[in-house]
């Protein structure tokens, strides 16, 4: 069980190219944990044996490279248009995520913790929040990012993005709104859901 004093969670989510983990930085240089599940996926596919195995089941030997490393470029064109093995690959990786988490929150001694996750309605991990933060963005501006940042093409942008639920379909189901859309300042809009969802709480 969960000690009776342990931390609630955030959980700060968004579709791709949004800018979740600039809207985390904030939270990080405000004193806020952060556990971001992407990071802690890639190291689980690693370090977790079970799930090494698990993956290497699904997927073949060419899932990891000889020096034992996730082969993610071989993963990415196994599951890129093959949406069933995808959702195969999620269950096995998720539930080792979500395991770690619990430890890792259980550490912690703020108040309050950050999960950073992009797939927290995808993944129906909305009954571990207690708050959830939507981070949005104009579709252009995510695509512009994700060209930058990713060296995709545009096509390739859409095909991950249409795989998400969109901000119209979540912005129901969540406590607050950041509009990272770089002309509405971000730290301001960090500071009121502080004031309005967590100074009571």
């Known amino acids: 069980m969960i000690k009776v ?4 969670t955030i959980c700060i989510t968004g579709n791709i190219g949004t800018g979740k983990s600039y809207v ?4 990080r240089n405000l004193g806020y944990p952060i556990y971001n599940t992407d990071i802690e996926a890639k190291n689980i596919v690693i370090a977790d044996q ?3 195995k698990s993956i290497i089941e699904l997927l073949g030997e060419e899932a990891y490279l000889e020096n034992g490393e996730y082969n993610r470029a071989y993963v990415a064109s196994k599951i890129f248009t093959d949406d069933i093995l995808l959702k195969k690959l999620n269950k096995i990786i998720h539930p080792a ?5 619990i430890h890792w ?6 108040p309050w913790v950050i999960k950073e996750s992009a797939l927290i309605f995808e993944a129906k991990l909305q009954k571990g929040c207690d708050k959830i933060l939507l981070v949005t963005a104009p579709l252009q501006t995510r695509i512009e990012r994700l060209k930058i940042r990713d060296n995709i093409s545009v096509d390739q942008i859409k095909k ?3 795989k ?7 912005i129901g189901a969540v ?7 770089g002309i509405q300042d971000v730290q301001t809009q960090v500071n009121t859901f502080i004031n309005q969802c967590l100074s009571s709480k």
């Open 50 to 52: 079970e799930v090494k």
């Open 97 to 101: 995520v979500a395991k770690h988490y």
């Open 5 to 8: 004093n342990a931390p609630k």
């Open 160 to 162: 991950k993005i249409s």
């Open 105 to 110: 929150m259980r550490k912690q001694t703020s």
């Open 175 to 181: 406590d607050f709104v950041i509009e990272n859309d």
């Open 164 to 170: 998400q639920i969109s901000d119209h379909e979540k």
């Open 24 to 27: 985390c930085n904030i939270f």
